[in-house]
């Protein structure tokens, strides 16, 4: 399921995108795909492909999501390091991010277990907007750190408040929305564990790209 955000939103991709570069090329590599046949399976263009994994361009976040969905991994194994050293430190400004008009995800990390694997995003909310999932694979895992999150069920969705935390089965539809004039500040973590192990945790190709499906102004 791809991700689409709001009408007339800006969608980027932060950072020169060398790290995506690197993953793409390794990634396509270990599918045994051709540019073409993976332009054709994403939907993305030839062209647009070969300078993603030359490191020029600027990915869309469709473009992204349309690529995980394509080689059947999640978004992580595209924006962050693949190496798995012991300490792992990611500074704010190094971390890959992702996003539309109402929401932005910074990949911080992707942790691979031995029950599959777990997502770790620092997530912004712009207030103005309503973000609606159909439904993904996984749990998810919010902890709010600022602002007021309304998120759960389209029609009994409850707050949360800085400090606050909430898992739900990300399987259903649910909502996300800034609450007031402040921007929500949180981490999400997205956890595909106990999902099957065949794939190395990589079952989550639909996962955060299925998170926010979409969004709508609130006038």
């Not at 800034?178 to 500040?185: I, L």
């Amino acid at each position: 399921m791809r991700r689409r955000g709001g009408e007339g939103g800006a969608v980027r991709c932060e950072r020169d995108g060398r790290r995506l570069a690197a993953n793409l090329r390794i990634l396509r590599g270990v599918a045994g795909l051709s540019l073409s046949e993976l332009a054709r399976r994403s939907g993305v263009a030839k062209a647009t492909l070969s300078r993603l994994e030359s490191g020029a361009g600027n990915p869309t976040l469709e473009t992204v999501f349309s690529l995980s969905e394509a080689l059947n991994v999640p978004i992580a194994s595209l924006l962050a390091d693949r190496a798995d050293p012991e300490i792992v430190l990611v500074r704010s400004a190094d971390a890959e991010a992702v996003g539309d008009d109402g929401v932005d995800l910074r990949i911080l990390r992707r942790i691979v277990l031995p029950t599959g694997s777990i997502e770790v995003y620092d997530q912004r909310i712009r207030p103005g907007t309503r973000q609606y999932s159909h439904g993904h694979s996984g749990r998810e895992h919010h902890i709010v750190t600022q602002g007021v999150l309304r998120l759960g069920p389209p029609d009994a969705p409850y707050e949360l408040y800085p400090g606050d935390y909430a898992c739900f089965s990300a399987t259903h539809p649910h909502c996300y929305e800034a609450v007031g004039r402040e921007e929500v500040v949180s981490v999400l973590l997205l956890d595909h564990t106990g999902e099957g192990t065949a794939r190395n945790g990589r079952r989550s190709a639909n996962g955060v790209a299925g998170h926010h499906t979409s969004s709508a102004r609130r006038s």
